[in-house]
Structures are given as C-alpha cells and as structure tokens.
C-alpha cells in the first residue's frame, strides 16, 4: 500500500487522464487544469473540485477481515468521491468566454464519457456522471459563494479506505456444551 493519501492519488489520476484528452486540443499547458475549488485561485481555466463524500454500502455493514490465525482488521471503508467539473470563470484579463467555457465542458464531458476506469491498489473505481437536480446544483454553489453555472458532475467508485485498526481474537482452545432434556417423562 502506498503512503501516498488515496484521496491525492484519485485526484491525480482523475486529472492525469483529463490532461491526456484536453491538452493541448483544448488546453494549451497542464497548470491550465487544477485539483481546486471555485474562486480559491484565478491562474487555472479548467478547475476539478471534491464537493462531496458518501459511504457506499452494496451488501450491508463490511466484515472485518482476518490478518492472521488471532489477528482481525477493522473493516475497510467503501467510498464514493463526488467531483464538479468547471471551467474558472475569474481567469486573469476576462480570457474566459462563453465560447470557452462550452468548448472546455465539451472537451472533459467527453473525456469522461470515454474513460476507463482508473486502478487504485488493484482496486478499479469507476468514472461516472452524477444527475444532479437543479436544487442540489444551486445549493452546492451557493455553498461556495458562487453563482451557479453550467458544470460537470462526477462520481469516482468505489474508492476503498483501508482501516488502521487492528484487533487481536484469541482462538478459541476449549469449547464445552451441557444439553439437557425438555421434558420431565424420560422419553
């Protein structure tokens, strides 16, 4: 397991394979494209932000998982990384148009529509589009200080987080039953 954050390496992997389709077809460097949120810096044309995180349980409460004979780990945690997409509005010397802007949207919508799912530790996470209603888009960039404009959606799963946590379980070395009879005829 790498020491590198799973988080930093989804994202990376998220923007590495962006910058492979938009630059330089529609970007013309890889700093144009940045793992930031909506008005942190001005110096970027196409932003990509984790505006949310939810726990993904597809068969109920994880297990935990056997280390050795006595040794149990904590369940791993099963995520789900939910990305905007967008393009930076308050890029230096207004360069950013409504032309551009579609054009950029364009561009990642498509590189998403065609992307393979990336591989973390031996584990694929899937790249999928995220329905948002217009409600919930309001009020995510309303959260942000940001009114709201045109984005994409993303979720990235599952995105698995490794428990820390390790409990020892002696095995069990003697087990005793006592069983009586129901009943008092004897039968």
């Known amino acids: 397991m790498s020491e590198e954050p799973i988080f930093e390496r989804?994202?990376?992997?998220?923007?590495?394979?962006?910058?492979g389709e938009m630059v330089p077809s529609v970007l013309n460097q890889e700093d144009d494209l940045k793992l930031t949120h909506p008005g942190a810096e001005t110096d970027y044309r196409f932003g990509v932000f984790l505006h949310d995180i939810e726990e993904v349980r597809p068969y109920g409460p994880p297990s935990a998982a056997r280390v050795a004979a006595d040794t149990r780990r904590h369940p791993d945690r099963l995520l789900a990384l939910h990305f905007l997409l967008?393009?930076?509005?308050?890029?230096?010397?207004?360069?950013?148009?409504?032309?551009?802007?579609?054009?950029?949207?364009?561009?990642?919508?498509?590189?998403?529509?065609?992307?393979?799912p990336l591989e973390v530790d031996g584990q694929e996470v899937k790249?999928?589009?995220?329905?948002?209603?217009?409600?919930?888009?309001?009020?995510?960039?309303?959260?942000?200080?940001?009114?709201?404009?045109?984005?994409?959606?993303?979720?990235?799963?599952?995105?698995?987080?490794?428990s820390t946590r390790i409990r020892r379980t002696p095995p069990v070395r003697e087990f005793q039953l006592t069983a009586k009879r129901k009943g008092g005829d004897g039968k």
């Open 86 to 116: 967008y393009a930076n509005r308050k890029v230096p010397f207004d360069s950013m148009s409504a032309l551009d802007e579609m054009v950029l949207l364009e561009s990642a919508m498509r590189a998403v529509h065609s992307m393979e």
């Open 127 to 162: 790249v999928t589009f995220h329905e948002l209603a217009r409600n919930e888009k309001t009020a995510l960039w309303q959260s942000l200080s940001s009114p709201l404009q045109p984005a994409a959606y993303l979720t990235l799963e599952p995105v698995r987080i490794p």
């Open 10 to 19: 989804i994202g990376n992997l998220l923007l590495e394979r962006l910058r």
